[in-house]
């Protein structure tokens, strides 16, 4: 029973001993380690080859994600048929991404960027402070990551609302769907949070339309994805005011390319696609009480439904 394993980090010796601390018998292996492809029952992996997950693994029974977003693998035209893809879900990863959205939400609601101007310049001005149940805070995304956040803006008092593709429910959050609530979410929104995956649907959503529905001098947010995100529109809202700061994790290129306008945009945040990342120690748990369900022959958990894209 074999497990490959293929990430752009260099964490390939930590992933494999914490698999096999949970499972010792799992025999696993680096997706450059030569040995033999049809013994190989399980991918965990991260932007594999186009078309190489099917021609070299006859065997395979579950594609495992190593990030929460599948839209690295279902871009591969070739994938292996039948073969279910799983979300990576733990909760390391999850508490990195919060520790991200609380962090920039404060930021902004606390003006932290002109206060830093403040001081670059040696101005002392009183800003007004209003507290969060003053701050309306909106997440695009209402899955796993979009609830935990909430959990947090919550008990700091935030005045939330919600945006999901189906119905929710959530406690303390007023919660819209669809493309018909898009623009009521939008209008009551001073801090926009995007944790969207990103789907044929969603390509390209956060555009000047959207920004145009969101109070003058409203925040962005993006950790979902680059493709979500109309980058010139971004720097046009920036431009005119109509957007007063935009952080961004997430870039249709990535690595974000040197000579890009948003690097040395005043009202630009940019951190390297590292919002949340899967923690060995702790998501290696998680692979492993997959795969001993799909030994007692039952389906894994946080199987991704392919048509939606997510
Ligand atoms: P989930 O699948 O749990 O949640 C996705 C949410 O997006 C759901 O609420 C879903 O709606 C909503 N959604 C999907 N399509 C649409 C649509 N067309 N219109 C409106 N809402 C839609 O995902 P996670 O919370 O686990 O992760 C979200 C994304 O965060 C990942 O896909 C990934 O892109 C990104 N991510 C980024 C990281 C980083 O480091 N920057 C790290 C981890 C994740 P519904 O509830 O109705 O299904
Ligand atoms: C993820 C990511 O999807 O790392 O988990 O972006």
Known sequence: M???????????????????????DLDCRNWDDTGDDDAVEYALVWKPPLGELRRRFRNLKVIFSLGAGVDHLLVDPDLPSGVPIVRM?????TRGMTEYVVLHVLR????VPALEDQQKHHVWNVLPTPTAPKRRVGIMGLGVIGQDSFRVLSALGFALSGWSRTAKSIPDVTCYHGRDGLSAFLA???????LLPY?????????????????QGAYLINAGRGGLQDEDDILVA??????????????????????HAFWDHPKVT?????????????????VIANIRRIQKGQAPLHIADSAAGY
Not at 241 to 255: I, K, N, S, W, Y
Not at 270 to 286: D, L, V
Request: with cysteine.
């Open 108 to 111: 902004y609601h606390r003006l």
């Open 199 to 215: 789907t044929a649907e969603t390509d390209n959503i956060l555009n000047r339309d959207v920004f145009s529905g969101l109070p």
């Open 89 to 93: 879900v733990e909760p390391e990863l």
């Open 2 to 24: 074999t497990l490959i394993f293929k990430s752009d980090s260099d964490h390939w010796q930590d992933w494999q001993q914490s698999l096999k601390d949970a499972m010792p």
């Open 238 to 259: 920036l431009e005119s005011g109509q957007l007063a700061g935009a952080t961004l994790d997430v870039f249709r290129e990535e690595p974000l390319p040197v000579e």
């Open 270 to 286: 940019i951190t390297p696609h590292n919002a949340g990342t899967a923690q060995h120690w702790s998501a290696a748990k998680e």
């Open 188 to 194: 009551e929104t001073e801090i926009l949070v995007c």
